[in-house]
């Protein structure tokens, strides 16, 4: 178990970028693989990114490849989301999570969760 808290999102024009940031607590971070995931109003969360435990694996979902981009800073125990070229449809309430165990894109799998951070792109 570790705590989460996600930041960095807002409202932003189709085409711009956010970053979003989610911090962690505890000196065991290094040892959790990370993902994002997303949820919006009337449908199931869905995987957005994971990434492995130094950031040498990582995995996009293909809704999401080549625009965002997932990346941890382990001194910093801090995950980021870097989101470009957005879209409305990216429009959601991001979730960062956290589990001991490989990258994985399955929320199943993970145990920690932060609260979610709006994301709402215009077009």
């Known amino acids: 178990q570790v705590q989460l808290v996600e930041s960095g999102g807002g409202l932003v024009q189709a085409g711009g970028s956010l970053r979003l940031s989610c911090a962690a607590s505890?000196?065991?971070?290094?040892?959790?693989?990370m993902a994002w995931f997303r949820q919006a109003p009337g449908k199931e969360r869905e995987f957005v990114s994971t990434?492995?435990?130094?950031?040498?694996?990582?995995i996009y979902a293909d809704s999401v490849k080549g625009r965002f981009s997932i990346s941890r800073d382990n001194p910093k125990n801090t995950v980021y989301l870097q989101m470009n070229s957005l879209k409305p449809e990216d429009t959601a309430v991001y979730y960062c999570?956290?589990?001991?165990?490989?990258?994985?894109?399955?929320?199943?799998?993970?145990?920690?969760w932060g609260q979610g951070t709006q994301v709402t792109v215009s077009s």
């Open positions: 505890g000196r065991a971070f290094s040892l959790y693989a």
């Open positions: 990434i492995n435990w130094n950031g040498g694996r990582t």
């Open positions: 999570a956290a589990r001991l165990g490989s990258e994985s894109g399955v929320p199943g799998n993970f145990g920690s």
